[in-house]
């Protein structure tokens, strides 16, 4: 039998291992920011970062190229605005209904369902976009283009809602039941209850929810590549076709030359996707732990 | 449910508008706050339908997204079709090769995350102590998570395909989808481990059992099912991902069936965007796009549906 040394130095080691594994995700963060610096830097030996930024063309296979990508940040943003617009009331009052109001049986359906709403890939709802919304919308409001800001921002909305949903309901979930009781014996109303108790103490949690739904759209990728119309323009209307960040992306880096200015710019497009989406999680992530409810006395 | 059974004492719970609203059951007589009462059930109903509403639009899109495919998705259906690679430029044919590939892709990504999600996990729930390596931690998994799916592309490209020179490969592609997983992975199993009651681990601890002959022995095979159930989930996410896949694996068409992890493939989702866009011709080929978009929702939905059934038993008999 092995002595107590023995077995508390194999604990250690286990302990160590798993560890280990646990510190991978943090490494793989580094070496996502590593490598995007490293191909995209070289992008600011041609161009400031100033130009990059917010020069207003982005005519990368031009004989001279330029590598404004202002057009390109100002869909990102409106495409973003635009379907957190549509997506927050609606995910944040499913979830309300979800936690609040639904019956035990009604929630045992439309839960999954909302995870179904999720797990869609998104080049199907692109696909769907292209296909079905855009003629529709090019019929009924009778435009020139049906794959515009709004047609992608409403694509992109239906894959924010599941997130802003569950996150939101989580947070709804974990109020202390106290609360509630105190506001009904005091002859609130449900819906009095649910408005001025129950919202205002999970507000950190739907914030967290609205800024974690939002980090997905902005970054979110097949929609706005197939949907978004690819025009490298600021928009002007919410029907004006879009060339969001992401989709640029995707589009040019197949054609880019390997290391050639293109390829550089692309990368220090992503740069600037990965900041501003680590900034969106961190916010999100330092909300949640600094409100954290841990009971009914916190609030 | 969780706003309790008798809130309050004595009123019996018929319904539960009244039970909450007791001054609009028990005001029979009108009182000069009649209208004011009236009008707060009169809000509550217009935000509770409002509230339904929402429910019933998210729905819809799903039934209409689902419903649309099939509609036209079902008549593309066919052997042949699932059972034969794509012919005369994509225009005919098959889709026999993308399904291989998603497939061979999906699980190499879980070959990658599935040890490494679950030891994390593992380490988050049984052995770390709040700290700062903790919160460090912690935060990269949750970053990680929020890490655009072009992002990781890039990433994959830069390290896997280039630096590394995996080149444009089935393990290029396995790697980059892996780590895009793994917090869905880390997040699942950690739940997983979680719901293994404390108990059972007293238990084993008191009996003279060290801390990892409880972990494998007792914690481990309680949480497995959970930890299945994660596996089936994040299986369906990288089934369906695509613009991690696009520089690092997949490819617009190749012949040849796929001979090792180093072949390039092709792939369900990005057959799709491939056809819909840049396809030989966009418009003759829409019934081979929506029954390759209805193949993938089968298998994506799929795997879910089995996922969220599993769960609701675990859940049943875990109590």
């Not at chain 1, 930024?53 to 973003?80: Q, R």
């Not at chain 1, 293109?262 to 961190?282: G, S, W």
């Not at chain 2, 007791?22 to 509770?48: E, Y």
């Not at chain 2, 998994?141 to 890039?154: D, E, H, K, Y």
């Given at each position: 039998m092995a002595s107590a040394k023995d077995r508390q130095g194999k604990e250690r080691v286990i302990k160590a291992f798993f560890f280990g594994t646990a510190f991978i995700s943090v490494v793989v963060l580094a070496?996502?920011?590593?490598?995007?610096?490293?191909?995209g830097l070289p992008t600011f030996r041609f161009i400031?970062?100033?130009?990059?930024?917010?020069?207003?063309?982005?005519?990368?296979?031009?004989?001279?190229?330029?590598?404004?990508?202002?057009?390109?940040?100002?869909?990102?943003?409106?495409?973003?605005?635009?379907?957190?617009?549509?997506?927050?009331?609606?995910?944040?009052?499913?979830?309300?209904?979800?936690?609040?109001?639904?019956?035990?049986?009604?929630?045992?359906?439309i839960k999954p369902m909302?995870?179904?709403?999720?797990?869609?890939?998104?080049?199907?709802?692109?696909?769907?976009?292209?296909?079905?919304?855009?003629?529709f919308l090019q019929n009924v409001l009778d435009i020139p283009v049906g794959l515009n800001l709004f047609n992608a921002a409403l694509m992109l909305a239906f894959m924010s809602v599941p997130t802003i949903t569950s996150v939101s309901e989580d947070a709804i979930h974990s109020v202390p039941r106290e609360l509630r009781e105190a506001s009904l014996a005091l002859g609130a109303t449900q819906f009095e209850t649910i408005a001025k108790v129950v919202i205002p103490a999970s507000l950190s949690g739907i914030s967290t929810a609205v800024i974690l739904g939002m980090s997905r759209a902005i970054g979110e990728t097949m929609v706005v590549l197939m949907v978004a119309g690819g025009a490298a323009l600021v928009p002007g209307s919410i029907f004006d076709p879009i060339r969001p960040m992401p989709s640029s992306i995707a589009a040019e880096m197949a054609e880019a030359p390997?290391?050639?200015?293109?390829?550089?710019?692309?990368?220090?497009?992503?740069?600037?996707?990965?900041?501003?989406?680590?900034?969106?999680?961190?916010?999100?992530?330092?909300?949640s732990n600094k409100h954290k409810q841990v009971g009914a006395a916190t609030l | 449910?969780?706003?309790?059974?008798?809130?309050?004492?004595?009123?019996?719970?018929?319904?539960?508008?009244?039970?909450?609203?007791?001054?609009?059951?028990?005001?029979?007589?009108?009182?000069?706050?009649?209208?004011?009462?009236?009008?707060?059930?009169?809000?509550?109903?217009?935000?509770?339908?409002?509230?339904?509403?929402?429910?019933?639009?998210?729905?819809?899109?799903?039934?209409?997204?689902v419903g649309f495919l099939l509609w036209y998705g079902f008549p593309a259906l066919s052997w042949t079709f699932i059972s034969s690679p794509p012919t005369d430029s994509m225009t005919k044919g098959g889709i026999l090769p993308c399904i291989v590939g998603t497939v061979l892709l999906s699980l190499g990504a879980m070959f990658v995350a599935m040890p490494l999600g679950v030891s994390a996990a593992i380490y988050l729930h049984e052995y770390a102590r709040p700290g700062k390596m903790l919160?460090?931690?912690?935060?990269?998994?949750?970053?990680?998570?929020?890490?655009?799916?072009?992002?990781?592309?890039?990433?994959?490209?830069?390290?896997?395909?280039?630096?590394?020179?995996?080149g444009v490969s089935i393990l290029s592609g396995s790697l980059t989808l892996g780590f895009l997983i793994l917090p869905v992975i880390i997040g699942t199993a950690e739940e997983a481990l979680r719901s293994v009651p404390q108990t059972y681990r007293e238990a084993?601890?008191?009996?003279?059992?060290t801390k990892w002959q409880t972990i494998s022995k007792v914690v481990l095979p309680a949480a497995l099912p959970g930890m299945l159930t994660g596996a089936i989930l994040s299986l369906s996410r990288a089934a369906g991902e695509t613009a991690a896949i696009m520089f690092t694996a997949a490819v617009f068409f190749t012949p040849v069936m796929p001979k090792s992890i180093f072949s390039d493939v092709?792939?369900?989702?990005?057959?799709?965007?491939?056809?819909?866009?840049?396809g030989t011709n966009i418009e003759l080929t829409r019934p081979l796009q929506y029954g390759t978009s209805l193949v993938l929702i089968f298998l994506v939905l799929g795997m879910n549906l089995v996922a969220i059934v599993l769960r609701a038993k675990l859940r049943r008999k875990m109590g």
């Open positions: 070496l996502i920011m590593l490598f995007l610096f490293m191909e400031s970062p100033g130009h990059f930024l917010f020069g207003s063309d982005w005519y990368p296979t031009d004989e001279n190229p330029d590598f404004g990508i202002f057009p390109l940040l100002m869909g990102s943003v409106t495409v973003t605005a635009l379907s957190s617009l549509i997506a927050i009331p609606l995910g944040i009052m499913t979830a309300i209904y979800l936690a609040e109001i639904a019956t035990p049986r009604v929630r045992e359906v909302v995870e179904l709403l999720a797990s869609l890939p998104s080049v199907v709802i692109g696909f769907f976009g292209m296909v079905v919304v855009a003629p390997f290391r050639s200015q293109h390829y550089y710019a692309l990368f220090a497009i992503a740069i600037v996707l990965f900041l501003m989406t680590f900034l969106f999680n961190l916010a999100a992530d330092y909300i | 449910m969780n706003t309790g059974q008798n809130i309050i004492a004595g009123m019996p719970m018929t319904n539960k508008l009244e039970a909450r609203t007791p001054t609009v059951s028990a005001g029979r007589k009108p009182t000069p706050s009649h209208s004011f009462i009236k009008g707060r059930t009169l809000l509550q109903h217009i935000f509770f339908g409002m509230f339904r509403g929402a429910v019933v639009i998210n729905a819809l899109a799903l039934a209409i997204i919160r460090i931690i912690r935060l990269g998994v949750n970053n990680l998570a929020g890490v655009p799916s072009v992002v990781f592309g890039l990433f994959g490209l830069a390290l896997f395909v280039t630096w590394m020179g995996l084993s601890l008191g009996l003279g059992a092709m792939a369900l989702p990005y057959h799709i965007y491939v056809l819909a866009t840049a």
